[in-house]
């Protein structure tokens, strides 16, 4: 499309459009300059897409409330989810297994990162051949996040099926799918039986799931609550980290003179994980609600509408980074949008910075230089994530 055609054509930012998801770059820039507050008449949401705007609006919860659900659907159901509060419920929910989560408690977990993904490449690597997200970086997390919580290991496939369905959005449809509402079920079911077991057995496990079966006994949460904690830590613990691994990949195959700094000095990889985190982050989107009427740029947002947060787009804008527009491992970018911000920061950022460093770590030195297979690409659908759910790629055999 010509630079004229682009400027006669109507802004619109639809989040539930494949076209958005495929590229939504240019669209993110035209709302920076041309709509910092966009009134998206159809669904009747609104969108913040500038650095500023969107950081004071994670920061203000008690104007930019997260009590009305993070996506841009109506939250249907009035279960206590971590993601879903305000403090004091959040910050209840939140102290419940905040401590398992920073650097110093996630960093013995880094050899069993190790050994997974090691163990995940070998089978590939005589072929020369292999798919990024559906042979590594999509089984990679699950597995930790399992071993976190408890689950056997032979059901990894089976739940990370059902939290890619949850995630997953049709092209045009304001609402969860009937399969995503299935998956959820049946998560709910599996998490059920796994509690009601070890309550029969009389289990105490060291896991997440055991601190918080604890938490439950001594009233600080209730059995909803449990359900709704480890329904979040198993999709935000897949998802995320499965779609930053691919992101990397086909950021450094599209910057190859990053790629060979890289290759040489695996000290550069922290920095190659915070530059995509900023320039092609897997959440998009997150949503709020206002509780008053609120103004910026000229134009109010009445109480009690949707307000999309564009991280991503926020995390482009040339008004904090310079070339933001451009992608940069040695930017080191650390006070990006990427993990949200806020009292609602991503609970497992340090978990998730680990499993990619370690994760790149390995691809690189198994695999050396690496060729994307471009027109083999293909990308989830969902307004809130962005990613690939296939990454072919081809390197030298071993």
Not at 51 to 56: K, L, T, V
Not at 255 to 260: A, N
Request: aromatic share 8%; glycine share 6%; with cysteine.
């Amino acid at each position: 499309m010509t630079q004229s055609a682009t400027a006669l054509s109507p802004l619109d930012y639809d989040p539930f459009d494949y076209r958005t998801h495929d590229d939504p770059y240019p669209v993110y820039q035209r709302l920076r300059d041309e709509s910092p507050v966009f009134h998206n008449k159809k669904y009747d949401f609104y969108a913040l897409s500038r650095y500023d705007d969107c950081q004071q609006a994670v920061r203000d919860f008690k104007t930019f409330t997260s009590a009305q659900g993070t996506s841009l659907e109506e939250l249907k159901a009035q279960v206590e989810l971590l993601i879903n509060t305000d403090p004091p419920v959040h910050s209840r929910l939140r102290h419940l297994t905040a401590g398992l989560f920073t650097p110093a408690k996630v960093a013995p977990l880094e050899q069993a990162v190790r050994d997974m993904a090691g163990e995940l490449l070998v089978p590939h690597l005589a072929a020369g051949r292999l798919d990024i997200i559906d042979d590594f970086a999509a089984r990679l997390p699950m597995a930790i996040i399992c071993r976190l919580l408890g689950f056997r290991r032979e059901d990894e496939d089976l739940l990370r099926s059902w939290t890619d369905t949850v995630v997953h959005r049709d092209e045009g449809v304001f609402a969860m799918p009937d399969e995503g509402m299935q998956a959820t079920l049946r998560l709910y079911d599996y998490f059920n039986t796994e509690i009601a077991e070890r309550a029969r057995a009389g289990s105490t496990r060291d896991d997440i799931i055991g601190l918080l079966m604890a938490a439950q006994a001594e009233g600080r949460i209730d059995h909803e609550g449990v359900l709704g904690y480890i329904y979040i830590l198993s999709i935000a613990g897949n998802e995320t980290t499965t779609k930053l691994i691919g992101n990397m990949c086909y950021q450094l195959h599209r910057h190859p003179d990053q790629f060979d700094a890289v290759l040489a000095d695996h000290s550069l990889i922290p920095g190659l994980i915070e530059e995509t985190m900023r320039f092609d982050g897997p959440t998009q989107m997150m949503a709020r609600t206002t509780t008053r009427d609120v103004t910026l740029h000229g134009t109010t947002i009445p109480a009690w509408k949707k307000v999309a947060l564009i991280f991503t787009s926020g995390n482009r804008d040339e008004r904090h980074y310079p070339d933001a527009e451009q992608f940069d491992i040695r930017r080191n970018p650390r006070d990006h949008l990427g993990f949200g911000g806020g009292l609602h920061a991503c609970l497992g950022a340090a978990l998730a910075r680990l499993e990619a460093r370690v994760a790149m770590e390995e691809i690189l030195s198994a695999l050396g230089h690496f060729t994307v297979d471009e027109t083999n690409l293909a990308r989830m659908h969902s307004p809130n994530v962005r990613g690939f759910t296939h990454v072919p790629v081809s390197f030298t055999p071993c």
